[in-house]
């Protein structure tokens, strides 16, 4: 008598092992199926609708020869067989409709991307004539620290030796101190600022760092 090849539903083959605390112990989880393509599911409804076909087509000679309780094990393996036809339809479709949005996110990505790429090839092109203009710029503010480093230089020089009764020479710019303290000499612009030139290992249009953390001195070139 044709029967059911049964099946055990923990299948060691889909399960992963995971060593537990003891080296010696190993605990088995089940591993998730690979999603299948449509492709995948059209060669699996292919195949089962090649065994339904064979398993419609021996039924006349089990109803001639078989008993009943042969014929009855035979309806239910092509009904079951149906059943599964019935599901791969669904899922091929599922999967069908999943693949065109999957290529439909892939190609406004691709799109998004082209777009931000051409950008940024315009946008290259456009940093190199800043990048010009920055060292143009650059080289103009050079005169005017000059002239701030001077008269800062002055000031400083004149409030070290104030004459008796003389205030303090304010230092005409706002003051800036190591982390706003007041209790910190001011530090002028023409010492804090720093302008790199263009290039690996360029040094400085102005000002280049001292020992001093922080600190930024001009070393003309």
């Known amino acids: 008598m044709n029967t059911i090849s ?18 010696s112990k190993v605990v088995l989880y089940p591993v998730p199926p690979a999603p299948r393509t449509s492709t995948q599911i059209s060669a699996e409804r292919e195949a089962a609708q090649a065994e339904r076909d064979s ?3 021996s039924r006349a000679g089990v109803l001639l020869k078989g008993a009943a ?9 092509i009904a079951v067989v149906k059943i599964k036809l019935d599901q791969l339809e669904v899922q091929h479709a599922a999967a069908a409709a999943a693949e065109v949005a999957a290529q439909a996110t892939h190609e406004a990505e691709q799109k998004r991307r082209k777009d931000l790429y051409r950008k940024a090839i315009k946008a290259s092109a456009e940093v190199a004539t800043l990048a010009d203009q920055y ?15 001077e008269r800062a230089t002055l000031i400083a020089m004149a409030n070290a030796a104030l004459p008796d009764g003389a205030e303090m020479v ?17 530090s002028s612009i023409a010492s804090r600022v720093k302008l790199p ?16 953390y922080g600190r930024i001195v001009h070393e003309p070139h």
């Open 55 to 57: 398993l419609e087509a």
């Open 135 to 149: 060292v143009t710029e650059a080289q103009r503010l050079v005169p005017l620290l000059e002239k701030i480093r």
């Open 170 to 186: 304010p230092a005409g710019e706002p003051r800036c101190s190591w982390e706003g303290r007041s209790d910190q000499p001011h």
């Open 197 to 212: 030139a263009l290039g690996t290992d360029a040094g400085y249009i102005w000002g280049e760092v001292a020992p001093i």
């Open 6 to 23: 049964s099946f055990n539903l923990r299948d060691e083959r889909n399960l992963a092992p995971v060593v537990g605390l003891k080296p």
């Open 69 to 77: 309780d042969d014929v009855a094990a035979l309806d239910h393996r």
